[in-house]
Every structure is written in structure tokens, then in C-alpha cells.
């Protein structure tokens, strides 16, 4: 049976999923912590997504506090989770293989549909997306404590069957305090992906995240969910920072405001989540003010948007796979070998 968000969330220890209750492992996608495998759950009668962790090293604490900050999950915008992955009965200890097991989305991640797309998805389908993720993170932020995400880009949204937007990967989350965490410059790294960083994080080794840190994510990914693109030529992190700074942000000759109605607002809005003085940035209640008007003025042509594009998105894995199955190199056979092997066994193997 499925189980319900109360279920979870009233769960004082979230259920243990054993390697035996899953089957038909494949391997997904992979991230700075680890992979993430589809496996469908034999008894649940559903696939789900696991994310294993690189390293078994002292780790398992970090994946236990994301799982415990994705519990919250009780909203349709914000992915669920539905318990914590273990591949070997309790006692062997040594070969003991933590994950998390989360809801699976068919369609991947935002980041997946850019590359796909090579372009903004139909103005409908970007309107709603950009609702359901302002909807998403005031959601975290109304949360007694406040949650915040603090690594919002296109890859930690993901997308399920229809094209609904759910966010994920708090990894990096923290609980707000009114006494916050000082973040020390060694944890850099944690501080999400450059781009999408508060000018505020480069200023200071002593800087201490805020909602506002997340609004400006949110301005940035504004700006890549409507071009499609990502948000600066630059790939080297230093300059990224440097620039953003002085005060550069993504490109607006990139957006031509007249080509949907909505977009004059959506921009206006953009250009206030990343103001430098992040006093200056709205809430996401706020946010949710603008999304939501534009959304409705082309909600009734969201089905025909979603239908466009599953079918463009069929018709490219048709192809591809087609392609695949031409391809006799040992190399291609290796891949699709690997995708179909055991997580435990592969990564013991490599
Ligand atoms: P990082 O965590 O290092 O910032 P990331 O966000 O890309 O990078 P992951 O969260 O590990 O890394 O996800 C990697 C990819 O796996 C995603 O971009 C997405 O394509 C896929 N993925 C992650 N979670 C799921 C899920 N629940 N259902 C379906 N696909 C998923």
C-alpha cells in the first residue's frame, strides 16, 4: 500500500527498506553525494527512486538528516520520502549500504528537461513550473522551524509524469534558527552550486544563510527556466563570483519581455529576488503573488503545453533508443549491462 504524508510524518523512525524488497535496479543519474538507481518495490507495486551515497564513511549521519528534513514533505510541490534504504540485514555492519528511498519521477529533473528542450519549455508549461516552485519552497519556509533549502537550481527540481514540479535534495538544508549556524568557509562547498548563490556568501567566510539566500536562488532560476539557458557563459566558479559581485547578473537581452503575457511581471520580479542588498528581496509569499496571476492567464493551455512536450520527449528516447540498439561496440553493451547489475555487487566491482 501506498503510504499517506501522515503516516511519515507521525513515523518517529522512518520505515527501513531492504534491498530484498526491490528489484529491476537501474542506475538513473549521479550527484556530488551519490547515485540515484530506480528500483520497483516488490510489495508496494511501485518504482521508486534510491539515492546511495559515494562513501559509507561517517556519511550515514548526513543521509539520516536529509531524510529527516524530507520527511517535511508534506506538500504537493516538495518531493516525498518514502524511507531509508539498507542493503544488508543489521549486524554486518561492514557491508551495510545506506540510501534514501524517494518518490520516482518519471520525467527527471529540470536541469534534464533544459538539456532535452534546447530551449524554454511552451510558456504555459514554464508558468506553471514556476508556480509550483515558488509554491514548493513557501512551503519549506512556512514550516515551524522555517526550512530552508539553500541549493535550489534546475537539477534539484524535479518532474514527474505530467510535467508537475516537485523540489528535492536538501542535503544541504538547514534548519532556521533565530540563533543561525555560522557557516564556516570550510563548508564552501555546502553552500549550493555558484550560480545560484547570494552575492552575500562571497563577501563574508562568516556568512549566515537566510530566506533571502533562497529568494535569490529563486531569482536566478527564474531567469534559466525562461531562457532555457544556463546563467552565465562562464564556468569557472572564481569569476562567477567575482562578477556576481560587482553586481552582474544573467543576461537580459536573453528575454524578450513582449513574447507572453506575464513576462513584463515575471521579469520585474527576477530582478528583485537577486538585488544585492538582500533586504531588498521579496518573500516567497510574494513571489507566489506574481507566479501565480501569470499562471492562471495561460493555465487553461498548460494540457496542450504538457502533451507537446511528452510527446517531443517520447519521440528523442524512441530515437535514442533506437540508435542504442544499432550500437554493437562492447562499450555500449558494458553500459546497458551496468544499468541492469546489482548497486551492492557494482560497487564493490569498481
Ligand atoms: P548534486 O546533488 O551534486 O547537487 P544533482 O542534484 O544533479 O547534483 P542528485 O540529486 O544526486 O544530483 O540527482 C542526479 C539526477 O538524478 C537528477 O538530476 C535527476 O535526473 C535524477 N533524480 C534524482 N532524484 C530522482 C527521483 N526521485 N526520481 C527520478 N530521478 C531522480
Redesign the pocket.
Known sequence: PDLGYMDLLSCPVLTLVHHDCLESWKL???????E?H?AKHKTWGMDV?I?LLHYNDGTDSCLLREADLMRHGGNPNV?RILGVYQSQPKGERSAIQMGLV????ER??L??LQVALTGPPPWPLTFRIINQIALGMNFLHQLTPPLLHL?LKP??V?LDDSLNAKL??F?LAKIAKSTSKVIEEKDEDAAGTTSYMPPEAFRSSRYVPTFSSDIYSYGILLWSVITGKQPYSINVSSLVRFRVLEGDRPDLKYLDRSQADGLVDLTDLMMRCWESDPNKRPTFMGCIEVTKKVYELHKQRVPDAVHSILKQLDNKDKNSSSFASLCTTTQTKNVQLKEHTDPTVKTQAT
Open positions: 538513473i543519474g549521479s550527484g556530488g553525494f551519490g540515484i530506480r527512486a539515492k518531493l524517494m518518490e520516482y519521477m527527471g529533473s536541469a534534464d541549493d537539477s534539484n524535479l528535492t535534495d542535503g
